[in-house]
């Protein structure tokens, strides 16, 4: 093998050796943003038909419903959760369905009926109302249902009576660390989709 070949191999692997390198770097310095970059290709304009039409039957704004839906599932249909939650809104069969069909007179609906968006979303925004009207007397009824929706009733009225103590928000007397960024998130969101309707809007006229 003559000096030139081997200069020409060393060049390869020399190239070969800065590409991969090139490639670790790039990884290292977007691994912190991975989720952001997950989030942003999450098609959030999904259901928003249903979206729309059980918020407005429930009384509750579309956008935070999106918001929910977007934290809890990131849109995909057949999310299933640690705890057993369903669908969109990973809703608890044992617990907000069965409080859902004794409300409407009705048979609980099996677990693979509850992936169905739409029945899905119905259920969903009404717990999520059901909750917030536990709370409607609150200046942070929103957080306080989100609190209860993720962690319970038990957690949620401890953080409304810590908040009314301490004066304190109730996102600040949050103790349980999961909870509190699921709260955080969504409102942030929440607050991002009202600003682009709100915007939306002023455009279209």
Not at 50 to 71: M, P, Q, T
Not at 143 to 171: I, M, P, T
Request: charged fraction near 30%; charge should be positive; proline fraction near 2%.
């Amino acid at each position: 093998m003559g000096k030139k070949d081997k200069k020409t191999k060393k060049e390869i692997f020399f190239r070969r050796y800065l590409f991969f390198l090139a490639i670790v770097a790039l990884f290292i310095l977007l691994f912190p943003f991975a989720g952001d970059i997950r989030e942003y290709l999450v098609d959030d304009s999904q259901f928003a038909e249903l979206i729309e039409f059980h918020s407005k039957r429930n009384g509750l704004d579309a956008e935070l419903v999106r918001a929910v839906i977007f934290e809890e599932s990131k849109f995909k249909v057949k999310t299933r959760g640690k705890a057993g939650e369903i669908g969109l809104m990973q809703i608890l069969p044992k617990a907000s369905v069965v409080d859902w069909a004794k409300a409407h007179k009705c048979n609980v609906p099996s677990n693979y009926e509850l992936f169905d968006p739409d029945l899905n979303i119905e259920i969903g925004t009404w717990y999520l109302k059901k909750v917030m009207s536990r709370y409607s007397k609150s200046d942070e009824k929103i957080e306080l249902a989100l609190c209860a929706y993720n962690a319970g009733y038990k957690n949620a009225d401890k953080y409304r009576k810590l908040s009314n103590q301490n004066k304190k928000s109730v996102v600040d007397n949050i103790d349980i660390a999961s909870t509190k960024n699921y709260v955080r998130k969504i409102m942030k969101r929440y607050h991002r989709y009202k600003q682009n309707t709100a915007n939306a809007k002023k455009g279209s006229k």
